[in-house]
């Protein structure tokens, strides 16, 4: 007998004793755990439309297109002139973004970078349940092609590098119709819709912007920049913004989960925003006052609207592997009060991302859980057909909101 037997015999030998073994204590913990957590995650739910993937662990790589549009105008007084337009373009080239996504269940952390030149990074993590979810995301990119407008004229010639944007968005939302439609499914892939549903979503978002100059632009008087010095001297705009909003999804399989396509927008109603500008200061005038001076700036009008639309497409390929493709677009934008010391300032931000994902799935399955705890799945009254005739015709309590009977 050659070793190539003698090792395979050996791994058989050990793989049927394993089989047979008894889970250890550390292990039958974290069955539990999981256990308990997923009947959690079904409680409240009619698992006819939405049910949990038969492993909780989730790994995916991910490919994406990430860009940036972004208008910064500021008009001025100028001396000769009268009153001024300047708008500054700002329009990222798409960076290859490369990246990873790892989850259990509802929550799940990622981090992607532009891989071949470092122009963009992004970080996200999510948490979510059967109703309501969080996704928090950083991105900022400094591969930025700009344009510079005053009034007709255009100026082009600004390399990468030389203006920076960092947005970043933390939101939550609320799913109406819980019972029969997953906003995760669709966004994180941590619930399987397995019947087409849709839903009233509830938003409240904190959004933060900030369009900045790079270090490398903000040089002595002596050699002043052409950029600032038309921008009235302004280095950078930075808002903080508060908004709510209504939204609606829906999620449309045409295969009992199979395939899944997913959109969704809301429309965001900012009721609270900071904004603050900074300007360059001359060593001849600041007198070692140290940093950039910075004023906040009261917005024209104290709510304005904003949004963020999705789409998703996701095909189950069996019960390890899946595959995903979704876009996003968030808005963020903000004018500026008329005052006789300060300009107009106005910022609109286009923060959009395509992204592709090859995931897996990993973890104990269902069946063998439930033999090494000796217990169902799932509990009674932790989810399946609710069994109750709705007083509310179908296509709504399918399609808006599933209220309690």
Not at 164 to 173: E, K, P, Q
Not at 196 to 222: F, I, N
Not at 239 to 255: E, S
Request: proline share 3%; charged share 15%; aromatic share 12%.
């Amino acid at each position: 007998m050659n070793r190539t037997k003698i090792y395979l015999l050996l791994f058989l030998t050990i793989s049927c004793l394993c089989s047979h073994a008894e889970p250890s204590k550390g292990l039958l913990f974290f069955y539990r755990s999981g256990n308990w957590v997923d009947n959690y995650l079904r409680r409240g739910i009619d698992t006819t439309y939405i049910d949990l993937p038969e492993h909780s662990w989730r790994l995916a790589y991910t490919n994406a297109m990430v860009g940036v549009n972004s208008n910064l105008t500021s008009t001025s007084d100028v001396a000769g002139h009268g009153t001024m337009n300047f708008s500054l373009l700002n329009k990222t080239t798409p960076s290859v973004d490369l990246g990873f996504y790892a989850a259990y269940r509802g929550f799940g952390f990622g981090y992607s970078w532009d891989a071949l030149h470092a122009y963009a990074q992004r970080l996200s993590f999510s948490l979510g349940s059967k109703f309501i979810g969080i996704d928090f995301g950083i991105h900022t990119s400094t591969n930025i092609n700009t344009s510079l407008l005053i009034g007709d004229w255009a100026l082009n010639d600004f390399s990468k590098n030389e203006i920076i944007i960092t947005n970043a968005s933390f939101n939550l939302w609320y799913a109406l119709n819980a019972a029969h439609y997953s906003h995760q499914a669709a966004v994180k892939q941590s619930y399987i819709q397995k019947k087409t549903a849709g839903s009233l979503l509830l938003h409240l978002s904190y959004l933060s912007s900030q369009v900045a100059l790079s270090d490398t632009m903000k040089v002595p008087e002596v050699d002043m920049p052409l950029l600032p010095a038309l921008m009235s001297d302004l280095t950078a705009v930075r808002t903080r913004q508060i908004a709510v909003g209504l939204g609606y999804g829906i999620n449309y399989t045409p295969n009992h989960g199979k395939v899944l396509l997913h959109a969704s927008a809301a429309a965001m109603l900012v009721t609270y925003s900071v904004n603050l500008v900074s300007f360059y200061l001359p060593d001849s005038i600041a007198n070692g006052l140290p940093g950039e001076p910075m004023y906040n700036l009261q917005p024209s009008f104290p709510v304005h609207v904003s949004g963020n639309m999705r789409a998703a497409v996701s095909w189950e390929i069996n019960k390890w592997v899946h595959l995903n493709v979704w876009a996003t677009a968030e808005n963020i934008r903000f004018r500026s009060k008329t005052t006789a010391n300060y300009n107009i300032i106005s910022l609109e931000n286009w923060d959009w991302k395509v992204q592709a994902s090859v995931g897996i799935r990993l973890g104990a399955g269902k069946d063998r859980v439930q033999r090494a705890l000796g217990v169902s799945g799932v509990k009674s009254g932790a989810g399946g057909e609710t069994g109750k005739k709705s007083r509310f015709p179908k296509w709504l309590t399918d399609f808006f909101w599933s209220p309690k009977n």
